[in-house]
């Protein structure tokens, strides 16, 4: 006998919800803080997981602007002065007490209706009917770095307006049903799955691959339960399909504990599948399909922990990087320095690799050190936060 477990559908439970945080103004606190904003509109059922990117593209620019534009008070028309003019001042002013002792408050207000996402800061505002008169008198291939994140937070969702001139604004997404906004009908399947995690590099690591239980397919996606956490988002499931196992790229969406060490996770497709009842599109499509995913997973990872082991203080210099003969110095201004290593913004990103450091030293020659990079996280188009380990060379 076949058991098929039933969960509460919690999402649709959710009736009302407030919550309120505040935000440092420091740009690295950008992208967790939009994460968790979309995590909890898709649990509390307001955004279904194929409208997630949009809603975080729109929600990134709404805290960028509250951050950046606001609290830190840098004007986009920096970025039409140079190439490294609007790193070099984001530099400084993340590091200036003046700037980064003020907060954003972001709330969130869930009802019946949709969610509402307010992003309040402390800086001087805008005139906001002028600077919206100004985009819709200019054509869109046009508007560069200055608007765009208004025309992204009015195109994404359903409302967007300010309030206290310009120091808030409220973005309002209207709540669907689920079933108004699944794409694909779901069949309920009971059959073993193969998982092949991905790793960073791309490649696949057939050595961690595991048996899992499916519980349902669609045209978009699968839903699955294994005896481990998921270890990266990106995996192949492999699918016996007449007689032979024919693997599919996924993207996981989300991993629930269930009881009795049991996790389900969720996955969507990475090319779109063609479904006849429970049959899979033939292997030549998934062999190319494949083969595709990999060469754009062809990318460094940017995530790193670094355990801070000696005290930072604030250098914000103008420092060089030298990645070797065959590559042009980089520019990076400074935001904190200690004897282990040192933090800094470039507007290029940089491979996990070893380079050679060049530290002005008031009144001195200048330092040079090698290092090698352990994280590059981009804060924002053209952007990079960029953290550096020294070593000896």
């Not at 009736?15 to 992208?31: D, G, K, N, R």
Request: charged share 25%; net charge neutral; hydrophobic share 40%.
């Amino acid at each position: 006998m076949t058991i098929q477990l039933q969960f509460p559908a919690f999402a649709s439970a959710v009736a009302a919800e407030q919550t309120v945080l505040q935000i440092p103004s420091q740009p690295e606190w950008i992208a967790p803080t939009v994460e968790f904003l979309k995590e909890k509109a898709i649990t509390c059922g307001v955004c279904h997981e194929a409208r997630a990117n949009k809603l975080m593209l729109a929600l990134h620019e709404a805290l960028t602007n509250a951050i950046v534009h606001g609290n830190l008070e840098l004007s986009s028309e920096l970025k039409e002065r140079s190439e490294n003019a609007f790193a070099e001042a984001l530099a400084q002013r993340s590091v200036d007490s003046r700037y980064t002792s003020r907060l954003v408050e972001v709330r969130i207000d869930l009802d019946g209706q949709g969610c509402r996402w307010s992003f309040t800061d402390q800086g001087k505002g805008f005139d906001v009917e002028r600077t919206l008169s100004r985009l819709a008198q200019t054509e869109p291939e046009q508007i560069l770095s200055s608007g765009r994140g208004l025309l992204l937070m009015r195109a994404f969702l359903d409302d967007l307006r300010f309030e206290l001139g310009g120091r808030r604004a409220i973005l309002t997404l209207q709540r669907t049903s689920v079933e108004e906004q699944r794409q694909s009908a779901r069949w309920p399947i009971q059959r073993p799955i193969r998982i092949a995690p991905i790793r960073d590099d791309g490649s696949v690591d057939w050595e961690a691959a595991h048996e899992a239980v499916a519980q349902n397919l669609s045209a978009e996606g699968i839903g699955f339960l294994q005896a481990r956490l998921a270890s990266t988002d990106r995996i192949l499931i492999g699918i016996d399909w007449q007689g032979q196992l024919l693997y599919l790229p996924a993207e996981v969406r989300h991993c629930q504990a269930r009881e009795g060490a049991v996790f389900e996770l969720g996955c969507r497709f990475q090319v779109p599948a063609s479904m006849s009842g429970k049959e899979i599109a033939p292997s030549a499509e998934i062999e190319s399909a494949i083969e595709n995913l990999l060469k754009q997973l062809n990318v460094h990872s940017v995530r790193h922990d670094e355990r801070r082991a000696h005290p930072r203080a604030a250098y914000t210099a103008r420092i060089t990087i030298d990645r070797g003969r065959y590559h042009a110095p980089l520019t990076g201004f400074g935001r904190d320095l200690s004897k282990g290593g040192i933090s800094f913004l470039t507007s290029s990103e940089l491979a996990l690799e070893n380079v050679t450091l060049t530290l002005p030293h008031l009144q001195q020659k200048a330092l040079r050190l090698g290092a090698r990079i352990v994280r590059c996280n981009q804060l924002m188009a053209g952007v990079y936060e960029v953290g550096a380990r020294f070593i000896d060379v």
